[in-house]
């Protein structure tokens, strides 16, 4: 089915000079590798994991799974019996065996374009033992849970490194998260050490990391006593204090050795937990392991990106998503590659910055979402113009299907028609890209995400769990593991099982809807469960709903989504309130009788389409006219 023949869509073939010296020059090769990939998984993952440093090799096969919830419970292990250490395999590898110390690891640069460092390898490596030292230091053994509340500073790598290389658990908070949901992940996880800032600016806001890490303490003090004894480690000055549990960054490192005997780890051992949101409402902790994601964050870093060693590499991701620790992180890192790692915002001071950065570092390979693509192209051209943009050769987006005219604009405007366009479709849970072009082997439709990784495969499944092969349209699932998907939500293997596994037994269920081509290009539609896409990032709408009628004002509340021009999606929500008994209050009990809220309807009314079905099973149909007539324009 994967043939490319002659289609009515545009393509985009690769250029010529990309093809030279890539890694996977052709699309015959690509199909050989992913043959190959398919029918002999174990050569192919071996061969991947020859690379690599192993303090043990393995006993068990690459891949061992049952995803038959029907047969027994689901799990995924890979190369069971194996010791390695991921800090060791993207540090010290490096700087030992390939001579690498001296190469940039990170371009940091700052929210103020006068800020700016270069990190290379050799002193990667030493900061990242330093704070390994000064958790171990504050009783943090293998196994434990850290979690990390950290701007886009170079702490913030320093940090997770430094849990990997001791074997702690890192949980990694985005430090644009409230107390709440800070708290929420800290009791879930049961940390016992925060490492936060005291401030950060973005753009203009200054966002104070500190006293909402202390909020969130507070609230997790109420209700448990387990947190006590937790300390904090700080970046800056003037900053709330507490002499009783807190310690300074600086004070602590600057005391700390720089040498630290890596753990040795079983392939198996977690790497990270990563809080993804839930249709139900209460975050999933999405776990990961060490040997598997390694191998899978390296290959696809290598081959989606053709990584070269000259190459400069920009993710504009925050490392707080699944986008920043697989592709501003590990998977570079793994490469030996030189990565821009930026603290600020695309708008600030001026709407030119990212392509101030991209010719100031002479970017190569750039990666950001469409979100960032379409605000960017509300500025028009000539912004750009400013900026000499010929270093670009491959451009990456994630998060959410890109339309045609950000997906031209990025092409032309951007890449000036060279550089091919990278749409990879990813999740949390599936720890690496797993439908993705290779760029100087795959033709591409703008908005489709195109082919498998190796080691995926795909398919699509009607409502009743039946396979439909050529030009379709229905729910993604993929019917084995990959090294890098997760291993399951954290201190909760049921919900695993359920959310992921239920619906088709046999499959890993995506959660997303997908058209199959009749060139068998894959095309996401778009989620089949209640979670919305806003700016690239996965919200619930029962998440959306508690938080509404939290407030006293408020009796309930149905949340769905609605295309936005630059967000993706945004929330569109029906709020009725306690006092005022009028018609949305009634429309929400008329449903409410039916069990369910009939979000189809709601969402058409949002979206303004007319021709809304059968309307027979609603309580009263009527007050559907009403609301059309009261339905208000998107700001
Ligand atoms: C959901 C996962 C993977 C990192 C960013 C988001 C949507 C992601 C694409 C794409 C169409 C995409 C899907 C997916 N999505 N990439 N290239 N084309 N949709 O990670 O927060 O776990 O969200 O984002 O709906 O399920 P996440």
Redesign the pocket.
């Known amino acids: 089915t994967m043939v490319v023949t002659e289609s009515q869509d545009k393509m985009y073939y690769p250029p010529d000079d990309l093809k030279r010296d890539a890694h996977v020059p052709d699309f015959n090769s690509y199909l050989a590798l992913y043959r190959k990939s398919l029918e002999n998984p174990e050569a192919f993952w071996k061969e991947v994991a020859d690379d690599f440093f192993w303090k043990k090799p393995a006993t068990g096969p690459m891949l061992q799974y049952n995803f038959d919830v029907t047969i027994g419970n689901i799990y995924v292990k890979c190369m069971e019996g194996a010791k390695t250490n991921m800090c060791y395999n993207v540090l010290d590898r490096l700087v030992r065996e390939r001579n690498l110390g001296e190469k940039v690891a990170y371009y940091w640069e700052g929210n103020s374009p006068d800020h700016h460092m270069a990190i290379t390898y050799s002193q990667l490596l030493s900061q990242v033992c330093r704070c390994a030292n000064v958790l171990k230091k504050m009783g943090v053994k293998k196994g434990d849970r850290v979690s990390i509340y950290l701007p886009m500073i170079p702490e913030l790598v320093y940090t997770m490194l430094a849990c990997a290389r001791i074997g702690a658990v890192h949980s990694i908070v985005f430090a644009g998260f409230s107390s709440e949901s800070l708290c929420e992940r800290i009791m879930d996880a049961q940390s016992s050490v925060l490492v936060t800032a005291d401030g950060v600016y973005r753009g203009e806001k200054l966002i104070n990391l500190k006293q909402i890490a202390d909020e969130a303490l507070e609230k997790s003090n109420i209700m448990t006593d387990f947190m006590s004894g937790i300390c904090s480690l700080f970046w800056c000055v003037q900053t709330p204090w507490d002499s009783e549990c807190d310690v300074w960054w600086e004070e602590v490192m600057r005391d700390s050795p720089e040498e630290c005997e890596p753990e040795w780890l079983d392939a198996e051992d977690p790497l990270f937990i990563l809080y993804?949101?839930g249709s139900t409402g209460k975050p999933k902790g999405v776990l990961h392991t060490v040997a598997g994601y390694l191998l899978y964050t390296s290959l696809t870093f290598k081959y989606v990106f053709d990584h070269h060693h000259d190459d400069v590499y920009w993710c504009t991701a925050d490392i707080g998503?699944?986008?920043g620790h697989s592709y501003i992180t590990y998977g570079p890192l793994a490469n030996g590659a030189t990565s821009v790692l930026f603290e600020g915002i695309p708008v600030h001071p001026h709407v030119g910055r990212f392509w101030e950065i991209i010719e100031k570092y002479k970017v190569t390979k750039f990666y950001t979402a469409p979100t960032a693509i379409r605000l960017l192209m509300k500025y028009g051209r000539e912004p750009l113009q400013k900026y000499d943009l010929s270093s670009l050769r491959i451009l990456g987006?994630?998060?959410?299907?890109?339309n045609p005219e950000a997906w031209q604009w990025y092409h032309e405007a951007v890449g000036k028609g060279r550089c091919p366009v990278v749409?990879?479709?990813?999740?949390?849970?599936?720890g690496g890209h797993v439908l993705t072009p290779l760029p100087a082997a795959t033709p591409l439709k703008p908005g489709s995400?195109t082919f498998p990784f190796f080691g995926v495969e795909p398919t699509i499944l009607n409502e009743h769990g039946e396979e439909l092969e050529g030009e379709a349209e229905g729910y993604l699932v993929f019917r084995r593991p990959w090294p890098g998907i997760m291993r399951t939500v954290y201190r909760n293997h049921e919900r695993f099982e359920n959310s992921y596994f239920k619906k088709f037994p046999g499959f890993y269920v995506?959660?997303?809807g997908c058209r199959r081509d009749k060139d068998g290009y894959y095309w996401?539609t778009?989620?089949t469960d209640d979670?919305l896409?806003v700016s690239?990032?996965?919200m619930s709408t029962a998440e959306v709903e508690a938080a509404l009628t939290e407030h006293p004002a408020v009796a309930e509340a149905a949340v769905v989504s609605r295309p936005h021009k630059v967000k993706g999606e945004c929330l569109y929500c029906f709020v009725s309130l306690k006092d005022s008994r009028e018609f949305t209050h009634t429309l929400v009990e008329e449903l409410k009788r039916l069990g369910k809220i009939m979000r189809r309807i709601l969402r058409q009314i949002a979206r303004n389409e007319k021709d809304l079905g059968d309307l027979s099973t609603l309580a009263d149909p009527k007050v559907v006219e009403e609301l059309f007539s009261q339905r208000c324009e998107a700001a």
């Open positions: 993804t949101s998503w699944i986008t987006t994630v998060g959410e299907p890109i749409d990879t479709f990813w999740q949390t849970e599936t995400a995506t959660g997303d996401i778009g989620r979670m896409n690239g990032h996965l």
